[in-house]
């Protein structure tokens, strides 16, 4: 076994990656960007290596600085994590010709799954089933077309070198085919620089279910499945397994499948096989076929540990240090069920807009597993993926796991950045959801009742506005308390007419404009007049944050902010975070009318539209495409206004 590890990557994941590797007696490095320097990952291992600036293509992506520092610190093997250099077949060549171990699965096997045409035509020779379509070499428009109208309507259009819809086209009428492929192709081309597509049979109402595998170079096996359907543009938002409906005879083909898949490559390490599933008829033996391959540990494994029992990383290290599987398939087996929620720094109502802040506080019920990359009083920066945690829970049924599931998430305490921590209890309240009834539609089928923002109970009010004016803490203001009645001060929520009075040293009276005043009392939390239960908040970060099933941030009004934002915001678009700026679509001289839109910048994997705050004449366009821009960046400017 290793005697030393260097952790390429940040976040949750190099802390999951160090908790194990500690437990197994390992001594691990971290690597960090200047902005990652006070960061979780880096207090957690025995040592650390500074690599570059905060871009991740100064930094996390410098597999070359990466590998010094290896070498540098005596680390033996390099832990890729997720994302980053973990599929890079470039950088696993470079890990082994440095003499040091890659823990995951060899260069080829990535570059045999990196293409979707070769990937499908090899899972093909190997006997995994694959979606009907064509994933040939030629690209003549008129060939393709043609292909088309074999498989039959609706098909699918996708890029071969795409991941997660870029480069894809539904084509329901064969009138549109061609400009369909045309603007794949275009999009394709953009993106990866490879123009190439398949076609395929549209599978209508899909659900997302994958297979962990793991293989040693020459045997694998499969640890059950994950059912990814709750998604929201290509982005897991809960993950489960096993997956719902899933039947025995269903279970072992696909598992069959997966091992073979990984067996067809050689695969070594921790693998998931991807299969699209047609739900529109149940669950069926011959309703799955192979979508792709993610050669690496994936964000969501925690569900399938929870419910198998192993230490995925473990089994990791154990067999990168040349060990053979742990386990035989016969050995595994499924207790319970385990759910996954991915909690976001972002701005769910604003449509998901990545969000950043300082966490001001950060508290999780340890009634559930939450790996966290993060503590209280860290920055959420724009420079990295916004995710805060993952809260995972088992139980012995469905139901119970999902109960505990939304109990975990009334028990987790963020203030200090808006989360999407609503949005998930909502999810994990869902009907539909609740009886196991999901695709991969769920999510935008019912965004609206998903992201409605409840009108706030008066006791929310009340209990917002003591919490406003400190009334919380230890020592209770006794200002404005007077024994000859009570004096009533405006509570500074931006927003609502809200007035509170102070009538003892723990207690106060709270009125929203003109509604009858509520009582607040402090007594280990705020006990509120009308509220199911003691209540739980805090004022920080600019904000009141109320914790609980329906968490609440209320922002406290703050002068300085209203008067810039009044001021010359409106007359320049500023980059609201780094990116690359994909598309400008106006010109010096142009009229726009207020909301407009002025261009498209690309961060954090999301594109943001940008607007015009007001009507105007653009007087400056300061970015062209393709420019990689700092938060900030002044991209569009409009004229005075006259
Ligand atoms: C499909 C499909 C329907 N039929 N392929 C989306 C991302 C890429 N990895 C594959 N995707 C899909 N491929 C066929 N033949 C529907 C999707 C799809 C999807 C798949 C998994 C999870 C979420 C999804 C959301 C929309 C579309």
Same mark, same amino acid.
């Given at each position: 076994m290793f005697d030393k590890i260097l952790i390429a990557n940040r976040g949750e994941i190099a802390c999951r990656i160090i908790r194990t590797a500690r437990a197994m007696g390992i001594r691990t490095v971290a690597v960090h960007s200047d902005a990652d320097t006070h960061a979780l990952h880096v207090a957690m291992a025995d040592e650390a290596v500074l690599i570059g600036g905060p871009a991740p293509r100064d930094s996390y992506l410098r597999g070359d600085v990466i590998i010094r520092a290896a070498q540098d610190t005596g680390a033996q093997a390099i832990h890729p994590g997720y994302g980053f250099l973990s599929e890079n077949p470039d950088f696993v060549e470079a890990v082994e010709a440095a003499g040091l171990v890659f823990i995951g699965p060899s260069a080829q096997a990535i570059r045999a799954m990196g293409l979707k045409d070769a990937a499908k035509a090899l899972m093909q020779e190997a006997g995994v089933p694959v979606v009907p379509g064509y994933h040939g070499a030629n690209q003549d428009p008129e060939h393709l077309s043609g292909a088309a109208d074999a498989i039959g309507y609706p098909v699918l259009i996708k890029a071969v070198? #795409? #991941?997660? #819809?870029?480069g894809m086209r539904l084509v329901e009428d064969p009138a549109q085919f061609m400009d369909a492929l045309a603007s794949a192709k275009g999009e394709a081309a953009t993106a990866f620089g490879n123009d190439a597509v398949l076609i395929e049979k549209y599978i209508i109402k899909p659900r997302h279910i994958e297979m962990q595998v793991f293989g040693d170079g020459t045997d694998a096996v499969h640890l059950f499945e994950r059912d990814c359907s709750l998604q929201r543009r290509h982005q897991k938002v809960i993950e489960e397994a096993p997956a719902p409906g899933m039947t025995e005879e269903m279970r072992a083909a696909m598992g069959q499948a997966a091992v073979r898949a990984a067996k067809a490559i050689g695969y070594k390490g921790a693998g998931t096989v991807e299969f699209i599933v047609d739900g529109s008829r149940g669950l069926r033996p011959d309703g799955f076929w192979f979508m792709e391959m993610n050669t690496r540990l994936q964000v969501e494994h925690p569900v399938t540990e929870a419910i198998t029992g192993v230490d995925l990383v473990e089994w990791q290290l154990r067999v990168a240090a040349g060990e053979g599987l742990p386990c035989a398939q016969e050995a595994l087996s499924i207790t319970g069920h385990a759910f996954e929620a991915r909690l976001y720094a972002e701005d769910v109502p604003a449509g998901f807009l990545p969000a950043t802040g300082r966490l001001e506080h950060l508290r999780f019920p340890d009634t559930a597993r939450a790996d966290t990359g993060v503590r209280a009083g860290d920055v959420i920066s724009?420079?990295?993926?916004?995710?805060?945690a993952k809260i995972i829970t088992h139980g012995p049924t469905r139901a119970i796991a999902l109960k505990r599931l939304e109990a975990a998430l009334g028990g987790t305490q963020v203030a200090g950045s808006v989360t999407n921590l609503a949005f998930l209890g909502a999810l994990a309240r869902h009907d539909g959801f609740r009886a196991g009834d999901v695709d991969t539609g769920v999510i935008a089928r019912d965004l609206d009742s998903l992201v409605a923002v409840p009108e706030l109970a008066p006791w929310e009010w009340a209990a917002a506005a003591a919490l406003a004016i400190g009334l919380d803490a230890i020592r209770a203001p006794l200002a404005g308390f007077s024994t000859s009645g009570p004096i009533w001060q405006q509570v500074p929520l931006a927003d609502v007419d809200l007035r509170i009075a102070v009538t003892g040293p723990r207690a106060a009276l709270v009125q929203v404009a003109g509604q009858d005043p509520a009582v607040v009392a402090r007594d280990d939390g705020l006990r509120v007049a009308g509220a199911p239960e003691l209540v739980c908040g805090v004022c920080a970060g600019g904000a009141v944050c109320l914790f609980g099933p329906v968490p609440r941030v209320l922002a406290l009004v703050d002068p300085l902010h209203r008067a810039s934002g009044a001021g010359a915001g409106a007359d320049v678009v500023l980059a609201p975070m780094p990116g690359l700026v994909k598309a400008i679509f106006v010109a010096p001289g142009e009229e726009v009318a207020e909301g407009a839109r002025l261009a498209i910048l690309e961060a954090m994997k999301m594109e943001h539209t940008l607007v015009a705050a007001r009507a105007g004449r653009v007087a400056e366009v300061l970015a062209s495409p393709g420019a990689q821009v700092e938060a900030g960046a002044a991209l569009v400017r409009l004229e005075d206004e006259a």
């Open positions: 070198a #795409g #991941g997660g #819809g870029k724009p420079w990295y993926d916004p995710m805060i």
